[in-house]
Protein backbone atom coordinates (compact mmCIF):
# COMPACT_ATOMS: atom_id res chain seq x y z
CA UNK A 1 0.00 0.00 0.00
CA UNK A 2 1.70 3.51 -0.76
CA UNK A 3 1.66 5.69 2.31
CA UNK A 4 0.83 9.16 2.33
CA UNK A 5 1.98 11.19 -0.74
CA UNK A 6 2.32 15.28 -0.88
CA UNK A 7 2.91 17.65 -3.66
CA UNK A 8 5.19 19.38 -4.30
CA UNK A 9 8.17 18.41 -2.36
CA UNK A 10 9.69 21.99 -2.44
CA UNK A 11 8.46 25.20 -3.46
CA UNK A 12 10.15 28.66 -3.37
CA UNK A 13 7.67 31.79 -3.12
CA UNK A 14 7.85 35.68 -2.10
CA UNK A 15 6.15 37.62 0.35
CA UNK A 16 2.45 38.31 -0.63
CA UNK A 17 1.98 35.44 -2.87
CA UNK A 18 -0.39 32.23 -2.51
CA UNK A 19 0.46 28.87 -2.23
CA UNK A 20 -1.28 25.12 -2.76
CA UNK A 21 0.08 22.63 -0.91
CA UNK A 22 -1.72 18.98 -1.68
CA UNK A 23 -2.18 15.38 0.13
CA UNK A 24 -3.28 12.06 -0.81
CA UNK A 25 -3.98 9.98 2.54
CA UNK A 26 -3.37 6.22 2.29
CA UNK A 27 -6.74 4.77 1.01
CA UNK A 28 -9.01 4.05 3.23
CA UNK A 29 -8.03 6.61 5.28
CA UNK A 30 -10.83 9.46 6.15
CA UNK A 31 -8.88 12.01 8.01
CA UNK A 32 -6.50 14.06 7.44
CA UNK A 33 -4.48 16.52 9.38
CA UNK A 34 -2.23 19.14 8.31
CA UNK A 35 0.55 20.70 10.65
CA UNK A 36 3.48 22.95 10.40
CA UNK A 37 6.87 22.36 11.30
CA UNK A 38 9.46 25.04 11.45
CA UNK A 39 13.02 24.58 11.70
CA UNK A 40 14.22 22.86 14.95
CA UNK A 41 10.60 22.66 16.50
CA UNK A 42 8.10 19.88 16.50
CA UNK A 43 4.95 19.98 14.46
CA UNK A 44 2.07 22.40 15.24
CA UNK A 45 -1.46 21.54 14.49
CA UNK A 46 -3.23 23.06 11.98
CA UNK A 47 -6.36 21.76 10.40
CA UNK A 48 -7.77 18.17 10.48
CA UNK A 49 -10.43 17.04 8.26
CA UNK A 50 -12.86 14.00 8.43
CA UNK A 51 -15.56 13.30 6.25
CA UNK A 52 -15.21 16.35 3.94
CA UNK A 53 -15.78 18.58 7.27
CA UNK A 54 -13.57 20.88 9.35
CA UNK A 55 -13.11 18.94 12.91
CA UNK A 56 -9.83 21.02 14.24
CA UNK A 57 -8.37 24.45 14.01
CA UNK A 58 -5.05 25.17 15.23
CA UNK A 59 -3.73 29.10 16.13
CA UNK A 60 -3.16 30.07 12.81
CA UNK A 61 -4.55 33.07 10.64
CA UNK A 62 -7.46 33.14 8.12
CA UNK A 63 -4.94 33.16 5.47
CA UNK A 64 -4.38 29.82 6.25
CA UNK A 65 -7.47 26.98 4.62
CA UNK A 66 -8.02 23.86 3.74
CA UNK A 67 -10.60 21.94 2.32
CA UNK A 68 -10.62 17.51 1.27
CA UNK A 69 -12.36 16.75 -1.34
CA UNK A 70 -14.99 13.10 -1.64
CA UNK A 71 -11.57 10.93 -2.59
CA UNK A 72 -10.14 11.83 0.90
CA UNK A 73 -7.33 13.80 -0.67
CA UNK A 74 -6.63 17.13 0.87
CA UNK A 75 -5.50 20.87 -0.33
CA UNK A 76 -3.73 23.64 2.03
CA UNK A 77 -4.25 26.90 0.88
CA UNK A 78 -1.88 29.64 2.17
CA UNK A 79 -2.79 33.52 1.26
CA UNK A 80 -0.33 36.53 1.38
CA UNK A 81 3.01 34.86 2.38
CA UNK A 82 4.93 36.04 4.66
CA UNK A 83 8.89 34.86 5.76
CA UNK A 84 7.76 32.95 8.59
CA UNK A 85 5.17 31.24 7.01
CA UNK A 86 8.91 29.26 5.83
CA UNK A 87 8.32 25.60 7.16
CA UNK A 88 8.20 21.78 6.27
CA UNK A 89 4.51 21.56 5.95
CA UNK A 90 3.29 18.02 6.36
CA UNK A 91 0.07 15.47 5.96
CA UNK A 92 -0.90 12.86 8.18
CA UNK A 93 -4.00 10.11 7.55
CA UNK A 94 -5.39 8.62 10.21
CA UNK A 95 -8.17 5.29 9.61
CA UNK A 96 -11.24 5.42 11.49
CA UNK A 97 -11.16 4.35 15.41
CA UNK A 98 -7.14 4.45 16.05
CA UNK A 99 -5.27 7.32 16.60
CA UNK A 100 -2.14 6.64 15.21
CA UNK A 101 -1.24 9.12 12.15
CA UNK A 102 1.13 8.39 9.04
CA UNK A 103 2.65 10.85 8.21
CA UNK A 104 3.63 11.90 4.75
CA UNK A 105 7.23 13.24 3.37
CA UNK A 106 6.06 17.13 3.74
CA UNK A 107 6.41 20.15 1.29
CA UNK A 108 9.16 22.11 1.93
CA UNK A 109 7.88 25.69 1.82
CA UNK A 110 11.00 28.79 1.06
CA UNK A 111 9.02 32.58 1.37
CA UNK A 112 11.81 34.74 0.09
CA UNK B 1 -1.63 27.24 27.94
CA UNK B 2 -0.39 23.68 27.62
CA UNK B 3 3.63 23.33 27.44
CA UNK B 4 5.30 20.16 26.42
CA UNK B 5 9.45 19.44 27.23
CA UNK B 6 11.53 17.27 26.40
CA UNK B 7 14.03 16.44 28.43
CA UNK B 8 16.90 17.58 25.93
CA UNK B 9 17.74 19.22 22.66
CA UNK B 10 20.08 16.42 21.96
CA UNK B 11 21.62 13.15 23.78
CA UNK B 12 24.83 10.96 22.68
CA UNK B 13 25.03 7.58 24.09
CA UNK B 14 27.33 4.85 22.83
CA UNK B 15 26.49 2.01 20.57
CA UNK B 16 25.17 -1.09 23.03
CA UNK B 17 23.69 1.06 26.09
CA UNK B 18 20.11 2.20 26.38
CA UNK B 19 19.20 5.55 25.67
CA UNK B 20 16.25 7.14 28.16
CA UNK B 21 14.50 10.38 27.04
CA UNK B 22 12.00 12.30 28.74
CA UNK B 23 8.87 13.94 27.86
CA UNK B 24 6.96 16.57 30.62
CA UNK B 25 3.80 17.91 29.77
CA UNK B 26 1.05 21.04 31.68
CA UNK B 27 -1.70 21.93 31.52
CA UNK B 28 -2.62 18.79 29.73
CA UNK B 29 -4.76 15.74 30.52
CA UNK B 30 -4.28 13.65 27.19
CA UNK B 31 -6.17 10.44 26.75
CA UNK B 32 -3.01 9.08 24.63
CA UNK B 33 0.69 9.74 24.61
CA UNK B 34 2.43 8.66 21.17
CA UNK B 35 6.55 8.79 20.45
CA UNK B 36 7.51 9.41 16.60
CA UNK B 37 11.10 9.37 15.31
CA UNK B 38 11.65 11.41 12.44
CA UNK B 39 14.74 11.48 10.12
CA UNK B 40 15.97 15.37 8.69
CA UNK B 41 13.83 15.99 6.01
CA UNK B 42 10.92 13.65 6.47
CA UNK B 43 7.46 13.27 8.36
CA UNK B 44 7.95 11.67 11.20
CA UNK B 45 7.17 8.18 11.66
CA UNK B 46 4.74 6.45 14.54
CA UNK B 47 6.72 4.52 17.28
CA UNK B 48 4.41 3.63 19.87
CA UNK B 49 1.21 4.85 21.42
CA UNK B 50 0.38 4.14 25.28
CA UNK B 51 -2.97 5.04 26.88
CA UNK B 52 -4.07 7.46 30.00
CA UNK B 53 -4.74 3.84 31.93
CA UNK B 54 -1.63 2.22 30.15
CA UNK B 55 1.36 2.11 32.49
CA UNK B 56 4.23 0.51 30.09
CA UNK B 57 4.25 0.14 26.27
CA UNK B 58 6.94 -2.36 24.50
CA UNK B 59 7.63 -3.20 21.31
CA UNK B 60 10.69 -5.11 20.29
CA UNK B 61 13.96 -2.59 21.48
CA UNK B 62 11.59 0.26 22.52
CA UNK B 63 9.44 0.58 25.61
CA UNK B 64 7.40 3.94 27.05
CA UNK B 65 6.29 4.49 30.45
CA UNK B 66 3.16 6.92 31.29
CA UNK B 67 2.86 8.17 34.95
CA UNK B 68 -0.52 10.95 34.61
CA UNK B 69 0.33 12.00 38.46
CA UNK B 70 4.10 12.87 37.70
CA UNK B 71 3.03 14.11 33.58
CA UNK B 72 5.62 12.36 32.12
CA UNK B 73 6.97 9.74 29.95
CA UNK B 74 9.94 8.07 29.30
CA UNK B 75 11.39 6.51 26.26
CA UNK B 76 13.79 3.93 26.33
CA UNK B 77 15.50 2.21 23.56
CA UNK B 78 17.85 -0.62 24.65
CA UNK B 79 20.85 -2.04 22.47
CA UNK B 80 21.23 1.62 21.11
CA UNK B 81 22.42 1.51 17.48
CA UNK B 82 23.82 3.96 15.22
CA UNK B 83 20.64 3.70 13.08
CA UNK B 84 18.82 4.34 15.79
CA UNK B 85 20.33 7.86 15.44
CA UNK B 86 17.31 10.72 14.52
CA UNK B 87 14.82 13.47 16.41
CA UNK B 88 12.37 11.89 18.45
CA UNK B 89 9.22 13.51 19.21
CA UNK B 90 6.93 13.46 22.21
CA UNK B 91 2.51 13.67 21.32
CA UNK B 92 -0.19 13.98 23.14
CA UNK B 93 -3.58 13.56 21.65
CA UNK B 94 -7.32 14.12 23.47
CA UNK B 95 -9.90 12.31 23.55
CA UNK B 96 -10.56 10.46 20.21
CA UNK B 97 -14.51 10.21 18.58
CA UNK B 98 -16.25 12.04 15.90
CA UNK B 99 -12.92 12.01 14.58
CA UNK B 100 -10.88 14.15 16.63
CA UNK B 101 -7.00 13.67 16.04
CA UNK B 102 -5.26 16.78 16.81
CA UNK B 103 -1.60 15.89 17.99
CA UNK B 104 0.64 18.62 20.51
CA UNK B 105 4.24 17.92 19.45
CA UNK B 106 7.49 18.81 22.03
CA UNK B 107 10.32 19.83 20.21
CA UNK B 108 11.94 16.70 20.05
CA UNK B 109 14.84 15.02 21.00
CA UNK B 110 18.32 14.63 18.42
CA UNK B 111 19.61 11.22 19.53
CA UNK B 112 23.20 10.32 18.22
CA UNK B 113 24.72 6.80 19.09
CA UNK B 114 27.95 6.71 18.75
CA UNK B 115 30.02 3.62 16.81
Known amino acids: ?112 | SQKIEQNSEALNIQEGKTATLTCNYTNYSPAYLQWYRQDPGRGPVFLLLIRENEKEKRKERLKVTFDTTLKQSLFHITASQPADSATYLCALGGHSGAGSYQLTFGKGTKLSVIP
Open chain 1, 1 to 112: DAGVTQSPTHLIKTRGQHVTLRCSPISGHKSVSWYQQVLGQGPQFIFQYYEKEERGRGNFPDRFSARQFPNYSSELNVNALLLGDSALYLCASTPWATDTQYFGPGTRLTVL
